[in-house]
């Protein structure tokens, strides 16, 4: 446990704030209980929700909003079922004492924590136009500012002691303490966090900024391959990416191969991987001249609900050498 400390000069009482360890627990008790919720709406609505893609995520979203703000907001005690179990609770700090949380107040404490972690950022939302440069950027800076807001939330927890705010309490004025806590007060954020928080800031920005100079004709070229691969009917989201991959002989010596990999959701459960995955292969043969020089093609057919407090994947791959992928599909190469 951690007592709060006031500012110099305050004489209201101090609260035990709850530590590090029995609040990590119950926000992985919170988790497992709506990753359950989530289990058992994919097994009743599994094929409604692969035709959403990506936008599942706005269903999980909407279930932990409620999750959060009917158990913690309102007239409630302050509690999910996670903090009920670990016997703490949040509670909202003001000049005149402590209050409960309005549920707006609850709200926008889940928000913050829930759109980095459930909804991943905002990039997903109108995917369809990715294959814009404009876009392209504004994944990239959505990136960016997912990684500082995931860095804060994760930097503040950790090491603004002796509370422990992070920015869902400091947005909110609120703390959590255990259920006997019948007192409390704010206490600042010293400025060498604000300074850290800045300079990871600036760090990560110059460093994606950096990064995409280098692999920007590379990012490019998949965003071409995903693209006319996007337009082969039935298919949903696409993946692309180049790698190497080595193995090693039984007789000694070791070979390496360069090669691509094609990942495409199947969002509509009537059709079958059989039949689209040589169209995928066909239009990435056409669509992209570097195919031919791999020395495989991998296409990987996926099954999948995406809520983002739960998910569920089913995957079959398929995998040839660029000559191989001709012949069978009677292109020239």
């Given at each position: 446990m951690n007592t709060i400390s006031g500012e110099p000069g305050e004489s209201r009482p101090a609260a035990t704030v709850v530590g590090f360890w029995r609040r990590s627990f119950a926000f992985w008790l919170?988790?497992?209980?709506?990753?359950?919720?989530?289990?058992?709406?994919?097994?009743?609505?599994?094929?409604?929700?692969?035709?959403?893609?990506?936008?599942?995520?706005?269903?999980?979203?909407?279930?932990?909003?409620?999750?959060?703000?009917?158990?913690?907001?309102?007239?409630?005690?302050?509690?999910?079922?996670?903090?009920?179990?670990?016997?703490?609770?949040?509670?909202?700090?003001?000049?005149?004492?402590?209050?409960?949380?309005?549920?707006?107040?609850?709200?926008?404490?889940?928000?913050?924590?829930?759109?980095?972690?459930?909804?991943?950022?905002?990039?997903?939302?109108?995917?369809?136009?990715?294959?814009?440069?404009?876009?392209?950027?504004?994944?990239?800076?959505?990136?960016?500012?997912?990684?500082?807001?995931?860095?804060?939330?994760?930097?503040?927890?950790?090491?603004?002691?002796?509370?422990?705010?992070?920015?869902?309490?400091l947005a909110t004025s609120t703390i959590v303490v255990p259920v006997t806590a019948t007192t409390g007060m704010l206490t600042s954020v010293r400025p060498l966090h604000w300074k850290v928080l800045a300079a990871a800031a600036l760090v990560i920005a110059i460093g994606t900024g950096i990064g995409m100079h280098f692999i920007n004709p590379t990012y490019r070229e998949l965003g071409e391959v995903q693209r006319v691969v996007s337009a082969v009917p039935g298919v949903g989201e696409v993946g692309v990416s180049i790698g190497t991959s080595s193995?090693?002989?039984?007789?000694?010596?070791?070979?390496?191969?360069?090669?691509?990999?094609?990942?495409?959701?199947?969002?509509?459960?009537?059709?079958?991987?059989?039949?689209?995955?040589?169209?995928?292969?066909?239009?990435?043969?056409?669509g992209w001249p570097e195919a031919s020089h791999q020395d495989y093609l991998s296409v990987i057919c996926m099954r999948s609900v995406e809520l983002g407090i739960a998910y569920w994947r089913n995957q079959s791959a398929t995998v040839h050498s660029p000559t191989q992928w001709a012949a069978q599909l009677g292109l020239p190469l």
């Open positions: 919170d988790g497992l209980i709506l990753a359950l919720i989530g289990f058992l709406l994919i097994a009743l609505a599994g094929d409604i929700l692969m035709r959403l893609g990506q936008w599942g995520k706005l269903i999980g979203f909407a279930i932990g909003s409620l999750y959060f703000t009917l158990l913690e907001g309102g007239p409630g005690r302050g509690q999910s079922l996670g903090k009920r179990l670990m016997k703490i609770k949040v509670i909202r700090l003001d000049p005149t004492g402590i209050s409960r949380l309005r549920y707006s107040h609850a709200w926008v404490r889940y928000a913050i924590v829930g759109v980095p972690t459930v909804l991943g950022g905002f990039a997903f939302i109108g995917s369809d136009a990715w294959h814009s440069p404009a876009w392209r950027w504004l994944v990239v800076a959505d990136g960016v500012l997912l990684a500082i807001w995931l860095f804060a939330l994760g930097y503040l927890y950790l090491f603004n002691r002796p509370t422990r705010r992070t920015l869902q309490d193995m090693i002989r039984s007789q000694g010596g070791a070979t390496t191969s360069h090669g691509a990999a094609i990942f495409y959701t199947l969002p509509d459960s009537a059709l079958q991987c059989e039949q689209i995955t040589p169209q995928v292969a066909k239009a990435a043969l056409q």
